[in-house]
């Protein structure tokens, strides 16, 4: 690990842990894990009997808005379960900074005949937007913007961590 990485990557290893430890966390995870079971119920549920009841093409959209829905909620939930193994111990701060661990940006969602979808469906999609937006902002605080505060590390605790590197910890 170069000098110039160590600052942004001990930024962002406490904010990792700091929010994993969060009750921002905790409410954040239950909110998640409901909205996932809440969708599966309905989907597996009314949201059955309500495709049914739709014509051909707007069945079509709904079938479309239900894998978009289910997959956003996928990703909130996968992001979840990574901070919670971080809380937990299961997982290492610095293994859930890797890339392949962010959540990933969304296609823009305009979906057709919304009038014509039901309300159950609608009111879950609305809801996971605005969950998903929620976590992609705290995301993006978590990683994006710790990233760019590298630019802006002070020279003092720069010079600091350098004597550490140099003498050990007890520096």
């Known amino acids: 690990m170069s000098e110039s990485t160590a600052p942004t990557l001990n930024l962002r ?9 969060s009750d921002l966390f905790d409410r954040t995870f239950k909110e998640g894990m409901a909205l996932v079971e809440e969708t599966a119920a309905y989907l597996d549920g009314d949201g059955r009997r309500d495709s049914r009841l739709l014509s051909r ?8 808005e239900s894998m978009r829905l289910t997959t956003r909620l996928m990703q909130i939930a996968s992001w979840l379960l ?22 990933a940006p969304l296609a823009a969602d305009a979906f057709a005949a919304q009038q014509a979808l039901p309300s159950g469906l609608l009111h879950l999609l609305d809801r996971s937007n605005r969950l998903y937006d929620r976590i992609s902002h705290m995301d993006k605080r978590m990683f994006v913007d710790a990233e760019a505060q590298e630019v802006v590390v002070n020279p003092v605790i720069s010079q600091f961590q350098r004597l550490q590197s140099a003498f050990g910890a007890e520096a």
């Open 82 to 103: 990574v901070q919670r193994a971080v809380r937990e111990g299961d997982m290492e701060a610095s293994d859930a900074c890797d890339d392949k661990y962010r959540i």
């Open 13 to 21: 290893l406490h904010v990792v842990r700091d929010f994993a430890s």
């Open 57 to 64: 093409e707007d069945a079509l959209v709904y079938a479309g």
